[in-house]
């Protein structure tokens, strides 16, 4: 089992650009999540993706967008890059409708922004 | 949310138990209690999660307070591998159903530093 993965697993942009991460759920699972890591500090939470739409979403503005395939995999789009979005940024997979349901992390996607 | 409350970082020496507090005073009945740690260059990973009754597995075990108002993760016997950021986090089930599950709230959590 792969378990997550995040491609890639390093990125420089330039401030204004657009950046597209990706990530495949662990095998099984149906439920994406997006986290924002600054460093120093716990993921914060984006997004969460089931079923193709977008069902949950923490405080982060209309640049943050994504995507869920019907393979369960996941894209995150940021549009116009600012220095502030330089974070680790983690996908985690679970099976949605659980009670157990522990999340699944990738060893996440850094971006840089310059 | 509810929040926790955690130390901001431990000390431990190796191959001796360790006991990570955390305080969930606004705890509701819904809210389960779940612990995860991130190693150096990982993202997080799952440890251990309760509701009301201790917990045990293979990586740790779960007390939790008769008024759920606080918590403790403990490794029994630390290795160097156990050193880590701890995150104690209220998942709230309330609102599970067929589509998704509930976000993860993270804090800063309790650093780990595993003396050799």
């Known amino acids: 089992d792969a378990g997550v993965t995040q491609s890639p697993t390093h990125l420089i942009k330039t401030r204004g650009q657009q950046v597209t991460l990706r990530c495949s759920p662990k095998s099984g699972h149906d439920t994406v999540s997006w986290y924002q890591q600054a460093l120093g500090q716990g993921p914060q939470f984006i997004f969460q993706y089931y079923e193709e739409e977008e069902r949950q979403r923490g405080n982060f503005p209309d640049r943050f967008s994504g995507h869920q395939f019907p393979n369960y995999s996941s894209e995150l789009n940021v549009n116009a890059l600012l220095l502030g979005d330089s974070a680790l940024y983690l996908c985690?997979?679970?099976?949605?409708?659980?009670?157990?349901?522990?999340?699944?992390f990738g060893q996440g996607t850094r971006l840089t922004v310059v | 949310d509810a929040k926790t409350t955690q130390p901001n970082s431990m000390e431990s020496n190796e191959e001796e138990p360790v006991h990570l507090p955390c305080n969930h005073s606004?705890?509701?009945?819904?809210?389960?209690i779940h612990w995860y740690r991130q190693l150096p260059s990982q993202g997080p990973e799952y440890v251990i999660h309760g509701l009301t009754s201790n917990v045990n597995n293979r990586m740790a075990s779960l007390a939790i307070a008769e008024d759920r108002k606080s918590s403790t993760l403990i490794l029994h016997r630390a290795t160097l591998r156990d050193a880590a950021v701890y995150y104690c986090i209220l998942r709230d089930v309330s609102g599970i159903s067929n589509f998704g599950n509930e976000k993860l709230t993270f804090g800063t959590g309790t650093r780990l530093t595993i003396i050799p």
């Open positions: 606004t705890i509701s009945g819904t809210d389960y």
């Open positions: 985690a997979s679970s099976l949605a409708g659980t009670l157990r349901a522990e999340a699944f």
